[in-house]
């Protein structure tokens, strides 16, 4: 197939999955699950066009194509095979961040809402597990971390989950399923008027200054760097913080650097807000 010829098939993609899906579903009769890849950008498409094809479920995501690095002596992508190199599969803990947000997608949207998710990506614990089920996912399944480490890790999640269940009181994994889905929103829809400001434990600190360092040249400017008893001392300027947590993330300490939820005054959404020139007045 050319290049030219590889691109159009690129855009069918929904077709054609609809279509292999209503061949394999007239021609078996087992469960059709189709297999969904996140080389798309909007995941409904393909998941929509299963759907139109009789699927039973879907399972996503599949990996992620991508070149893990650059072999500067044979300048040719890694690994290289004879002089050249090709793209490969991103998967493991990397991609959860991005399976979890497709299957979101599809759990929340009204027209695929109903279609039974099996989650894949980067779950090697318990707690991703647990978090996968709770953004929609109705069954799991494990690749990377089965590689690593065997499939006994299984058995871990399995005891970990049911425990956590038991101290939260879910009976069945139907009592977890989509318990997050109703809070996962569109960006605009959430409470502008909601605030953190972040807090440091000077007795945890250790003077390093990464937090001032990274508000100063890429954040707000609202670590306050001082001396007091000869000492280093770094302290938030609350009027000046904005909530971002980048300091919090750099903090080689633990819990050393906390958000702090404050108040909360009413609630008022991007299309509402005077500051959006494309703003709907409520009520109109
Ligand atoms: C070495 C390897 C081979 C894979 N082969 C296939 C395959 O043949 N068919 C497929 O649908 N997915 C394949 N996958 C993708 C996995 O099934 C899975 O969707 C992906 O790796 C994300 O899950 P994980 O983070 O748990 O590995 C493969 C993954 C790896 C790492
Ligand atoms: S949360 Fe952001 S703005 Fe606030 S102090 Fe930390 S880095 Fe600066
Ligand atoms: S990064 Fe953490 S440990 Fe370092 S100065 Fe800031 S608060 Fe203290």
Redesign the pocket.
């Known amino acids: 197939m050319s290049e030219r010829n590889m691109g159009a098939a690129v855009g069918q993609v929904p077709e054609y999955v609809e279509m292999v899906t209503r061949w394999c579903k007239q021609n078996t009769r087992m469960p059709v699950i189709v297999?969904l890849t996140p080389n798309i950008t909007n995941i409904l498409m393909p998941a929509r066009a299963a759907l139109r094809g009789g699927a039973d479920a879907v399972?996503?995501?599949?990996?992620i194509q991508s070149v893990i690095g650059v072999d500067l002596d044979q300048m040719a992508p890694m690994p290289v095979v004879d002089g050249q190199g090709t793209h490969g599969?991103y998967?493991?803990?990397a991609?959860?961040p991005i399976?979890l947000r497709m299957i979101g997608d599809i759990a929340r949207e009204p027209d695929t809402a109903g279609l039974p998710i099996s989650g894949?990506?980067?779950?090697?614990s318990w707690r991703d597990a647990a978090e996968f089920l709770a953004m929609g996912a109705t069954t799991l399944?494990?690749?990377?971390?089965?590689?690593h480490y065997g499939f006994r890790i299984v058995e871990d999640m399995k005891d970990g989950l049911c425990a956590w269940m038991d101290h939260k009181g879910y009976a069945t994994i139907n009592d977890v399923t989509g318990r997050a889905v109703r809070q996962f929103v569109p960006w605009n829809q959430l409470n502008m008027k909601f605030r953190t400001i972040a807090s440091i434990d000077q007795d945890a600190c250790i003077k390093c200054g990464l937090c001032h360092i990274a508000c100063e040249d890429t954040s707000h400017q609202a670590i306050a760097k001082s001396r007091v008893d000869g000492e280093r001392h770094y302290e938030v300027i609350d009027e000046e913080c904005v909530g971002c947590n980048l300091c919090a993330h750099v903090c080689p300490i633990d819990d050393c650097i906390t958000m702090q939820p404050q108040p909360v005054e009413g609630r008022l959404t991007w299309p509402e807000h005077p500051d959006n020139p494309a703003r709907v007045t409520v009520g109109s």
Do not use: D, E, Y
């Open positions: 297999k399972s996503l995501i599949n990996t599969g998967c493991g803990p991609v959860k399976a894949i990506g980067g779950i090697g399944q494990v690749c990377t971390a089965a590689m």
